[in-house]
């Protein structure tokens, strides 16, 4: 005998859809880490250095060191 699944009710297409949209905003955010992760790593780490002067500046003007 042939016998029919039932459909999924409604709720469970809505929970599928969402928990996929969820799953793939986990994904993109992983992914801009990552990337923010090597720029960090790869452009301004190496070059840290250069950019000491300006940092220290900023850092004592925004915290109100002479």
């Known amino acids: 005998m042939n016998e029919l699944t039932p459909a999924p009710?409604?709720?469970l297409r809505?929970?599928?859809a969402a928990?996929?949209?969820v799953l793939w905003?986990?994904?993109l955010a992983w992914l801009v880490l990552g990337l923010a992760?090597?720029?960090l790593h790869g452009w301004i780490?190496?070059?840290i250095d250069e950019?000491?002067?300006?940092?220290e500046a900023r850092a004592s003007q925004?915290?109100?060191v002479p």
Do not use: I, K, T
Request: hydrophobic content about 60%.
């Open 9 to 11: 009710s409604r709720l």
């Open 14 to 16: 809505v929970s599928a």
């Open 19 to 21: 928990a996929q949209w």
């Open 25 to 27: 905003l986990l994904v």
């Open 37 to 39: 992760w090597g720029v």
């Open 45 to 47: 780490v190496p070059r």
């Open 51 to 55: 950019f000491r002067p300006a940092l």
């Open 62 to 64: 925004l915290l109100g």
